[in-house]
């Protein structure tokens, strides 16, 4: 237990002191908010704003981004810096070590979600209830455990650190508007609307948009659900299968 | 702090290395970069493995720290097997890697104490602090790694190795890329970590260092070891004369012909002269340059070194090492 704090407090420590990260978690985040206000602030998506329907979608898009990116490309410049290697010549097990990197990915990805939320409520007068972010919470900590083993699959299979971020870009980007996070889905063509629902980002933006919207469970709880849990596992164990400790030579 | 250790226990094995081969790759592009090497390391002394980059020291200290697993053969440290039980032996050996492999977004008293927790050890802020005054890092406790210079990260990189208190420590180039006076220091604490009764095993590329500081030595080349033993019985094995070393331009078939020359040799700009009547080789040389109306600007004499002994062994002289 000691040595799963003493890890996970220097996981958190290179997090928080890596300028890049910092920007891309915690700056990136509100300055998309503003972005999307400014440019569609008066539209309406059915019942709602367009502000209040696109801030879940923002949430999971940022969380999105920080598996696909942030938790995968440290993973490789851990590996390409051969601090990997050194861990693997230290008699640490597995088991402190990938769930101390998956608590500070999950603390930090929640708090980037708080700083989005609590921009949207103090700035935009975003309505918020305390049922609904309890509700919202599971939800999002699921989609975060998601999108980090997605990650974490592309690091697996990036041999670089240049190589992952294009592939996350990739990955994330080619999401982004499809998935009803950022665009709603009714206007999209017939065949993006079919496929969509099997898309990781889309079953996750269902599962916490209606918590934080309307303080209930998503409808079609037990579908979106199961969706994320065969991504989550199928990129666990695909992740696990192609970690490495060094480099390919 | 260990104490030292009888004589008896000295001479005892810490690291058993039996045919050891280990490969890269797969298929056509597999590399075989040891084949069979075999090694009894003792307790207590300063063992040098020495070769050019790519000799295959690296991928021996990696089986030995049980992060590549050997094609044949096998490595017990303090009878442990290192393949069976990986853990278990890795606990006992303090690591520094090659590339110097920090998470440097962290201060150096916080490396030294997560470093530790690898190893289930935990050092109070006075224990770091205490640790990294050996080093002479004491008042760089709360500098990020990354700012530190490259002498100071070595020096931590030594403190890492060994936070653990370890019996025996792996370091691998520990004085690659520093400057003279640097080295020097890394050497102390080399010497400080020996006179404490520890074990230690250290990879280079350089004669000077390896003869500077290890009791016995293993040279290693294109992944075989052709050698091992003290510097000085090996260079005794040669049974090789004195080197006259010089810059003067001189063709080759006139310095064979001078009294007591037994070899001659370029060794990158020097000519090298092995002579067993110094004196005279030295006056013919100095006879023919007056022929041809020039001075030697440059001469040195200098007994038979492990340079020599790497040329006799491999065909292939420290000058060509470095190019390669």
Request: proline share 5%; charged share 20%.
């Amino acid at each position: 237990m000691k040595q799963f704090l003493k890890l996970t407090k220097a996981m958190f420590l290179m997090h928080v002191r890596n300028r890049t990260t910092l920007f891309w978690n915690m700056v990136f985040p509100i300055f998309l908010l503003v972005i999307y206000r400014v440019a569609f602030g008066d539209g309406q998506v059915g019942a709602v704003s367009y502000m209040d329907w696109v801030v879940p979608g923002v949430v999971v898009f940022n969380i999105l981004a920080f598996g696909l990116l942030g938790s995968g490309t440290m993973m490789v410049e851990m590996r390409e810096k051969g601090v990997l290697r050194r861990l693997h010549a230290s008699p640490v097990a597995a088991l402190p070590l990938v769930g101390s990197y998956l608590l500070v990915n999950v603390l930090i990805a929640l708090v980037q979600c708080v700083l989005v939320l609590g921009f949207a409520v103090v700035v935009f007068g975003m309505h918020l209830t305390a049922a609904g972010v309890l509700r919202a919470l599971p939800m999002i900590i699921v989609g975060i455990v998601t999108f980090v083993a997605l990650g974490q699959v592309v690091s697996g299979v990036a041999p670089s650190t240049g190589m992952a971020i294009a592939v996350g870009q990739i990955l994330n980007f080619s999401q982004m508007f499809i998935t009803d996070m950022i665009m709603p889905i009714d206007a999209m063509p017939a065949w993006i609307q079919d496929a969509a629902p099997y898309l990781p980002a889309y079953a996750v933006a269902q599962l916490v948009r209606p918590p934080l919207l309307e303080g209930t469970f998503a409808p079609n709880l037990g579908s979106h659900l199961l969706v994320t849990a065969v991504y989550a596992l199928g990129a666990a164990l695909l992740a696990a299968g192609l970690f490495r400790w060094s480099p390919k030579r | 702090m260990k104490s030292m250790k009888g004589k008896d226990q000295m001479e005892e094995m810490v690291i058993r290395i039996e045919g050891l081969s280990a490969v890269y790759g797969r298929g056509a592009r597999q590399v075989r970069a040891l084949q069979e090497a075999s090694l009894a390391i003792r307790r207590g002394e300063i063992f040098g493995l020495l070769g050019p980059n790519g000799a295959g020291k690296t991928t021996l200290l990696s089986c030995v720290e049980g992060i590549h697993t050997p094609a044949a053969g096998g490595v017990w440290i303090d009878g442990i097997d290192v393949r069976r039980y990986p853990r278990v032996a890795q606990r006992k050996l303090g690591i520094q890697l090659q590339q110097t492999a920090l998470l440097d977004d962290l201060t150096v008293a916080e490396l030294v104490e997560v470093y530790a927790a690898l190893y289930e050890v935990y050092l109070d802020r006075a224990a770091a602090l205490a640790l990294l005054a050996r080093f002479e890092l004491q008042d760089k406790t709360r500098s990020l790694a990354r700012r530190l210079s490259g002498g100071q990260k070595q020096r931590l990189a030594l403190a890492l190795a060994v936070a653990n208190d370890p019996e025996i420590i792996l370091l691998d180039e520990p004085t690659a890329a520093l400057d003279p006076r640097a080295r020097r220091a890394v050497w102390e604490i080399i010497r400080r970590l020996h006179q404490e009764g520890r074990t230690l095993v250290i990879t280079t590329h350089s004669m000077e260092e390896a003869e500077a500081l290890c009791g016995r030595v293993a040279i290693i080349d294109a992944g075989r070891i052709v050698a091992c033993d003290t510097p000085a019985r090996l260079i005794a094995a040669l049974d090789a004369a004195p080197v006259l070393r010089t810059q003067f331009d001189i063709p080759l078939e006139q310095v064979e012909s001078l009294p007591g020359v037994r070899m001659v040799r370029y060794s990158g700009e020097y000519l090298e002269i092995e002579t067993t009547r110094p004196q005279e080789t030295l006056a013919g040389l100095q006879q023919a340059a007056v022929q041809q109306g020039r001075s030697i600007a440059d001469i040195m004499l200098r007994q038979p070194n492990l340079e020599d002994v790497f040329l006799r062994l491999t065909g292939k002289t420290l000058a060509a090492w470095k190019e390669s």
